[in-house]
């Protein structure tokens, strides 16, 4: 069965960092593009981060970028994204997906799986 599970997110103040992880299973992440997504209450679902399969080149969306980092851990089969100097404005759940595909895929609807999604508040 082929399954992504997010973790990691939670409340935090203004300022501070969370790390975020994506397990697969059922499949091998190694020749999948991963994207992680966002999306706030009344909000359009937003791309946030994607990492390739081929080379491990990367994108960022303005907003996040110089604060989050992504990474792969292909032996562990996990993705990761490591939120620094997070805003309020970043508080949202956030999604991870798989393409397979060697590039960045930025827009959502070219994704084949998605995990159920994490919390993440930025709150004083």
């Known amino acids: 069965q082929v399954q992504l599970v997010e973790s990691g997110g939670g409340l935090v103040q203004p300022g501070g960092s969370l790390r975020l992880s994506c397990a697969a299973s059922?499949?091998?992440?190694?020749?999948?593009?991963i994207g992680w997504f966002r999306q706030a209450p009344g909000k359009e679902r937003e791309g946030v981060s994607c990492i390739s399969s081929s080379d491990g080149s990367t994108y960022y969306a303005d907003s996040v970028k110089g604060r989050f980092t992504i990474s792969r851990d292909n032996a562990k089969n996990t993705v990761y994204l490591q939120m620094n100097s997070l805003k309020p404005e970043d508080t949202a759940v956030y999604y991870c997906?798989?393409?397979?595909?060697?590039?960045?895929?930025?827009?959502?609807?070219?994704?084949?799986?998605w995990g159920q999604g994490t919390q993440v508040t930025v709150s004083s």
């Open positions: 997906a798989a393409v397979n595909s060697p590039h960045t895929i930025v827009v959502p609807w070219e994704y084949d799986y």
């Open positions: 059922g499949f091998t992440l190694d020749y999948y593009a």
